[in-house]
């Protein structure tokens, strides 16, 4: 009992959190700043997914934002997309999303993710991932650096 | 005449009546004539039993019947709970049989398996209201004759149905060979032969003379049993035999095992020595975790079911070994509950046992298979069939609101409740017994789980599965009323207290071992109580609760495609199956179980390296039999093929062995 009145009289002694630096996109304000995201690869040369792992890695940490990655779209809230669509990944792509409960946001990761990048009219490249699925978020640069990356997340999670 | 004397004559005139129709009716009505005339044998039957059972003895002895000793029947309460056993599982299987015999004329509707069917059903109802040994001997192999020609009802069909008759009519025929062996020697020493006198007579029995009736006896009837390892007949003929008659053999024949023992054991012989009761448990531990293991690991659904009738009759022995053992040691009260969770379970596994047999015939009836591999998917195309199987799997399971779970309960409230009063061996032994039954219970509900999971459950793994038609009304009625059984048991077991009293009064244990209200079940000499009712009433009442809740507060429902990781689609090949279900625990008891296993993996030509298929095969064969059973077959087979030099088909030797006979027989006369 002594521990209980101990911990009642001393109260809170952390430091207030400071006043959070990023706005949660609007459409993610739903999520409530834990983010469960799914990563599927449409047809990346694996240079975005090299950095995204670096997102993840001690280095930035975006899991201490809340931002975690899961094994199946069924348990995601925010889909990652890299790549140029290929004509291969195009279904898979619209089945995972298809998969997520709502509400569900895409991100689009890296150029090629937006505008096709460099395999732009290739032969087996649909699209830019726009064309498939609804995207919420894109994150330029070829690749983009994990700082932007672990940037666009923070702003789903506001945290 | 009473009520008793009334209903059970209507049941054996109705039985002979069933008989005479099954002959003479023509193709098309003889399974709905002989599935109504085995109902009114179940009907009379169960009503005969609850006039018994509340207290409305019978004794008639007919002298003129039979030649020399005459027929002689005593209903007392112990008899009428297995009439109403075997009667409400008759009712069930008679309206079940219409549907499931049809009209085709040959099989399980043929001139004689439908006529053999009341019969059958008389002489289960004639074995417990036998009130002599030469009436229980006759009723005993009445039984045994007209379920060997229900079993082998289908032999054109395949040659397992041959091997299964085979193994079926050497077992049971040696059993009663003991038992006619054991009842004679008691007999004889008693100094009267009907169950009365016997009784009278008991007390002056030598040691030797009970323990070897004791033994004898348990040796038959616990081959009738199917107690291990006195049971390889039992998931051959229950697996081979018509579904209906292997509800009637599973529910209600092999129970008259159990009546046989109860019979001899507590009431003729008045109980006996501790080494009785430890060896009836050890034979009780033993088929109850052998049987339960080889029901798990089982891919024919059929012989799941037999496998698990053979622990379940192992739970039952385990509670009747308790009920001597305790009884012996002189706490009466636990003696009683063990008795009565005994006899309950016995009512309970022929409840639920109906119903999942009549299940695997429909099952069988709509695919053609009994494999569990072959199967899944039969709950959107045959729901009431599944809904009801769900039922009986649930009590099987011995999980609440299920009806197996009370009377596990009830016996694991015996077993951990028996003072330390009762000596090292019962303080020992009790607790081994309690995990015997945990464990059990524990692969109970794995067993069922793969057998309602993946024969039922998920997608086709074949097209026969994938094309099965729901049963006809008549076979969805009769397990439809099981299943209403199954619930009542589940529910309000209290009602059969009384019952359970009457009988354990006969039986010189507590005369009123459970006591109930309707609502809660309490127990004699036990602070402890259950109520069966508010358990149902919980587990369900939370489930719809939550489900209402879920529904009423969640945000809208959306349908989905199962996800399939983006390629698809899915197949029933990327399915659990019955084998892959059970693998982990056959892993585990390995050393058990030791199943053959093969791997085969052929190879291109152009390359070792590459792997063109691999194939996996896998056998269980049953230990028990292979080690306990073969040598003598082949060593019966060796003394045959040596006998077989004595007959050579000359004329003149067998003239020589007459004469020699004869000449032996004189000498041996003038001798004398």
Known sequence: MGLIRKIRGVGRVAEPAPEASVRPLPAAAGLGGSVQVRHVDAGSC???????????????????????????????????????????????????????????????????????????????????VSDVVPVDVQVPGCPPEPAAIASALRGLTGR | MNQTAAALSGAFALAGVGAVAGLLTPARWRSAAVGAATTGVGVTGAVAGIAAVSGTVWQVRLADLLPLAGVSLAVDALAGWFLLLVGGVATVVGVYTVGYAGRVGHGPSARGALALLPLFVAAMLLVPAAGSVSTFLLAWELMAVTSLLLVLAEHRHSPAVRTAGLWYAAMTQAGFVVVLLGLAWLAAAA????????????????????????????????????????????????????????????????????????????????????????????????????????????????????????????????????????????????????????????????????????????????????????????SRRMPATTALVAVGALGAAALPPGNGFVSEWLLLQALLHQASAGGTVLTIAAPVAVAVVALTAGVGVATYVKALGTGFLARPRSTTAAAAVESPPTMLAGMGLAAAVCAGLAVVPAVAAPALGRIATSLRVESAPLQGSGVDLRLAGIASSISPLWIAVGVVGLTVGFAAVARAVGRARRRAAAWDCGDGPLTARMEYTATSFVEPLQRVFDNVLAPEQDVDVTHPAESAYLVRAVAYRRRLPDRVEARLYRPVITAADAVGRAARRLATGSVHRYLAYMLTALVAVLVAGVLR
């Not at chain 2, 022995?317 to 016995?346: F, I, M, P």
């Open chain 2, 191 to 378: 100094g009267g032969e009907s169950f009365a006198a016997i009784r009278a007579g008991t007390a002056e029995l030598s040691p030797l003379v009970s323990s070897g009736v004791f033994l004898l006896c348990l040796a038959g009837f616990a081959s009738k049993a199917g107690a291990v390892p006195l049971h390889p007949w039992l998931p051959r003929a229950h697996a081979e035999a018509p579904s209906h008659v292997s509800a009637l053999m599973s529910a209600a024949m092999v129970k008259l095992g159990v009546y046989g023992i109860v019979r001899v054991a507590f009431d003729l012989l008045g109980g006996g020595p501790r080494w009785w009761w430890l060896l009836l448990g050890a034979l009780g531990a033993v088929s109850a975790l052998y049987g339960i293991l080889q029901a798990a690991v089982a891919t024919d659904l059929k012989r799941l079911l037999a496998f698990s009738t053979s622990e379940n009759i192992g739970l039952i022995l385990l509670g009747l070994a308790a009920a001597g053992l305790l009884a012996g040691t002189g706490q009466l009260a636990v003696a009683g509950v063990a008795l009565a969770a005994a006899l309950l379970h016995a009512a309970n596994h022929a409840g639920f046992k109906t119903l999942l047999f009549c299940g695997a015939g429909s099952v069988l009836r709509a695919t053609g298979t009994r494999d569990l591999d072959q199967l899944g998917g039969l």
């Open chain 1, 46 to 128: 694996n240079g975005c997914e090299i950095e995204i792992g670096q997102a993840f890695s001690p280095v930035y940490d975006v899991e201490r934002h809340g931002v975690r990655l899961v094994a199946s779209p069924r348990h995601a809230d925010v889909l990652t997309v890299t790549g140029p669509v290929t004509v291969n990944m195009a279904g898979p792509l619209r089945k995972t999303y298809e998969a997520m409960p709502e509400p569900r946001l895409v991100v689009a990761v890296g150029d090629c993710a937006r505008d096709c990048g460099m395999f732009a009219d290739g032969y087996g490249v649909l699209g830019p």
